[in-house]
């Protein structure tokens, strides 16, 4: 769920006129959903976690359990085109991060390492971190959180993982505290979510998504797009994304948000 005014900068910048259309990307809790139903619009919304689809009971929407990746194939498939405006608000929910018990957050120490959003896929966390060599975990790090310890910690993960198979949250932790020689929560944040990303394919997901949102919105359609990192970010901008509003330290939770619009002219 967003923060209040998060929320509306995405409704008005979606411009929610009643009996539009509208495709929330990424269903969450559904306070996106919610708002836009209750403006009068009508919704297709889409989530790769099952569990996300199945907590969310308001049967006004159409909800299918989907990779957004594949969004002009749902959309078409449910003959929910053109639309009117499409939301993306990438990332984790709160429901997520804090209930899943999949090791999204490094406060949860005995959570298995997983960070799979849909659990039908077959690799997890710990399959990275088992599985791939030390140039491999190097490149994971450097590139998508580009953390100034990632060749330390991954030469300590495989030095680790020969004696014991990395298997939670806690023994993650406990390999990245012998890499740097202490305990940062800023190295285990990027660290989590380099490897969150690389578990679930978020930047492919995001580019062949926003191609395929290009494809479904009619004139004057709007997608916009909820970002927390500054790779996903870049993307955004270059599929021609202006930015208009950044978090700030207020925005708790999303403190490091940024709300970027793209039009269809
Ligand atoms: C930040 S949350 C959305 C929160 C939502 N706006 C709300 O108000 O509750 C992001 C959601 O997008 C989903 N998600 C992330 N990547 C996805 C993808 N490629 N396809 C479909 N859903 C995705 C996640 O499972 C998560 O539920």
Known sequence: MHHPVLLQAVLDNLNVKPGGKYIDATLGEGGDTMAILEHGGNVLA??????????????NAICVQDNFKDIEKIA??????????????????MRQLNESGRGFSFKKI????????NTDEEETA?????????????????????DL??????????ESRIRRRIKTVGDLI???DKAIGRKDQGTYRRIFQALRIAVNHELDNLRQGLSGALNLIGVE????VVTFHSLEDRIVKKYGGGQLVKGDRNLQFERSAKLRVIRHD
Do not use: C, T, W
């Open 46 to 59: 889409i989530d790769m976690d099952e569990n996300q689809i199945a907590k969310f009971k308001n049967k």
């Open 76 to 93: 078409k498939e449910n003959d929910f085109y053109p639309v009117d405006g499409i939301v993306f608000d990438l990332g984790l929910s």
């Open 110 to 117: 005995h959570e298995p390492l997983d960070m799979r959003m």
């Open 126 to 146: 710990a399959d990275l971190v088992n599985g791939l060599n030390k140039d491999g975990l190097y490149e994971l790090f450097a590139s998508y959180s580009e």
């Open 149 to 158: 310890n990632s060749r330390i910690i991954a030469e300590k993960i495989v």
């Open 174 to 176: 406990a390999v990245i």
């Open 221 to 224: 359609g709007r997608i916009v």
